[in-house]
């Protein structure tokens, strides 16, 4: 097992007390933490569990032989508007550099500007055309009934109740200007790690362009999630025929809507490759 790498220490202000995560576990009640379940058990099944370190050698005809090595990235930084209103399509992005061995998983929580917060009574999927809906939206169903002196919780309860019940129980709340700096930092002391930003339209910028300048692997996720709904176990699209490019990439009956896969975020993706190439 990998020890995992050290992040800077004034970072600790910043992590959700436990508390939060506590109240967000029993906020979402029985139903909404099975449901989550269920999208947890499928993405373990789906991808595996991969190898921590793979080393593999081919030899060619041709008189040459190579040598890969992976490894998984030293850390993987997930900064999400906190805002964020669905739990299963965190969670897609989350557990594949979990079942990846990634040795330092840092998810980070961010307002945007003009926040608004998620309806309490949105739990369900929501229609967006015909056949095509938007992934199980949660927010905190106990909202409405908590006594309004309550403390808001920094992040939508959902989220932090789908990181506690995947093993991930540590999370940041940070400005964007903190996750920037963050970062930064983290690459300076460990190297290519993987960059996830989750969020709306045109959110995290100045991340993306620092990845880029960097050269660390990035998935941006910052459109509305989007699946066809297989009505009655029907396939929408038969006899083999390939979705247009605009389509949804997922498919989904009505017993997997809590599920989400992001079919381009595997484990791999959360791995480092290099290749020697030797006569």
């Known amino acids: 097992m990998l020890e995992p790498p050290a992040y800077p220490a004034w970072l600790e202000a910043h992590l959700i007390d436990d508390t939060s995560f506590e109240r967000a576990y029993e906020d979402l009640g029985a139903s909404g933490r099975a449901r989550l379940k269920q999208a947890i058990a499928v993405l373990h099944v789906f991808w595996g569990e991969a190898e921590e370190r793979r080393h593999t050698e081919r030899v060619f005809r041709q008189g040459f032989r190579v040598r890969e090595d992976m490894a998984p990235a030293p850390y993987t930084l997930l900064v999400c508007d ?38 309490p009574d949105r739990c369900l999927p929501v229609d967006c055309g015909p056949g095509v809906r938007s992934p199980l939206g949660m927010s905190d169903p106990a909202a409405k009934d908590r006594p309004s002196r309550a403390k808001p919780l920094p992040v939508a309860g959902p989220l932090l109740a789908a990181l506690e019940l995947s093993g991930l129980e540590r999370a940041f709340a940070l400005t964007e200007e903190g996750a920037l700096d963050l970062f930064g930092q983290l690459h300076d002391a460990h190297g290519r790690g993987r960059l996830v930003i989750m969020g709306r339209d045109l959110w995290g910028e100045p991340l993306l362009l620092q990845a880029g ?40 009956d009505e017993n997997h809507e809590s599920v989400w896969i992001w079919p381009d975020l595997s484990p791999d993706w959360f791995r480092n490759r290099r290749l020697r190439l030797t006569a």
């Open 82 to 119: 906190s805002a964020y209103a669905f739990p299963s399509c965190l969670l897609a992005a989350l557990m594949p550099a979990v079942l990846a061995g990634c040795p330092l998983i840092l998810p980070c929580f961010a307002p945007t500007a003009g926040r608004a917060e998620a309806s």
């Open 213 to 252: 300048r960097l050269g660390i692997p990035t998935r941006a996720f910052l459109t509305p999630p989007l699946y066809l709904r297989a009505e009655g176990g029907q396939e929408i699209l038969p006899d083999g025929r390939e979705p247009d490019a605009t389509a949804p990439q997922l498919e989904l």
